[in-house]
T-cell receptor, first 109, second 116 residues
Framework: QKEVEQDPGPLSVPEGAIVSLNCTYS??????FMWYRQYSRKGPELLMY????GNKEDGRFTAQVDKSSKYISLFIRDSQPSDSATYLC?????????FGAGTTVTVRA | EAQVTQNPRYLITVTGKKLTVTCSQN?????MSWYRQDPGLGLRQIYY???????DKGDVPEGYKVSRKEKRNFPLILESPSPNQTSLYFC???????????????FGPGTRLTVL
């Protein structure tokens, strides 16, 4: 079993919809939880990170962590075609990062 | 401009021919790492370095070597490449390995390696 599980999708939504992405994990030692966005043929870029259970907002993005359920989510409000990308969750403990497989999202104009 | 550069961007080689992928950052970051990305598997960490002369294995280090002689450079070495090392490789750097704050973590553009 992988330490981090993420549904690869693909996910297709109309412009303006809420995009909901999630990951589950098995290692309770994970200390930090991140979301990355990766456009085609580019390296990942860090979107958000958090280290505690609860919600964190940044503009149209909300990251949610539930440590008791070992479950993290990313919500994108008012989605735009420019949000079309692959979204990867990642978790860190000590000096190591573990990534999910990524979910490909397409926002239709 | 803050950036992580990798070279080459694309490489086709044959089994057993030693190769090096270079990675350089201009942000004076202490922490650097290498990942490979494969369909359905996401990014997997190969090696990381906490500072000059300090490196350690990630999740998939077999068949790879690294060195960190200078803070800005972190080359990935494949002594005897094999077809199962065909992949997309990313180098990354950050000020801290955990709790990357805002945009203090950067990934390079990637190196697509094919081993025949």
């Amino acid at each position: 079993q992988k330490e981090v599980e993420q549904d690869p999708g693909p996910l297709s939504v109309p412009e303006g919809a809420i995009v909901s992405l999630n990951c589950t994990y098995s290692n309770s030692a994970f200390q930090y939880f991140m979301w990355y966005r990766q456009y085609s043929r580019k390296g990942p870029e860090l979107l958000m990170y958090t280290y505690s259970s609860g919600n964190k907002e940044d503009g149209r993005f909300t990251a949610q962590v539930d440590k008791s359920s070992k479950y993290i989510s990313l919500f994108i409000r008012d989605s735009q075609p420019s949000d079309s990308a692959t979204y990867l969750c990642a978790m860190a403990v000590d000096y190591k990062l573990s990534f999910g497989a990524g979910t490909t999202v397409t926002v239709r104009a | 401009e803050a950036q992580v550069t990798q070279n080459p961007r694309y490489l086709i080689t044959v089994t057993g021919k030693k190769l090096t992928v270079t990675c350089s950052q201009n942000m004076n970051h202490e922490y650097m790492s290498w990942y490979r990305q494969d369909p359905g598997l996401g990014l997997r960490q190969i090696y990381y370095s906490m500072n000059v002369e300090v490196t350690d294995k990630g999740d998939v280090p077999e068949g790879y070597k690294v060195s960190r002689k200078e803070k800005r450079n972190f080359p990935l070495i494949l002594e005897s490449p094999s077809p199962n090392q065909t992949s997309l490789y990313f180098c990354a750097s950050s000020t801290r390995p955990l709790a990357p704050v805002d945009n203090e973590q950067f990934f390079g553009p990637g190196t697509r390696l094919t081993v025949l």
